[in-house]
């Protein structure tokens, strides 16, 4: 089941578009704003939240563990 997530757009006065998601944890934030994205031009700069990292050092550990495991 998929989680909640939000996405606020702010278009600053020079025409620069920001991009925040809420709750988007690893690539599920990325993946979610690709295709806007793609349809809003080139991204200069891209910066993530602490939630970006949640997931996957979470994916990280499981890994680690089952490879602990033999």
Known sequence: MSEYQRIEYSIGKDGKITEKVINGQGETCTHTTKELEKA????????FLPEYYENSDQVL???NQSLNQF
């Not at 809003?40 to 910066?47: D, F, P, S, T, Y």
């Open 40 to 47: 809003l031009g080139e991204v200069e700069k891209r910066e």
């Open 61 to 63: 550990l499981e890994e």
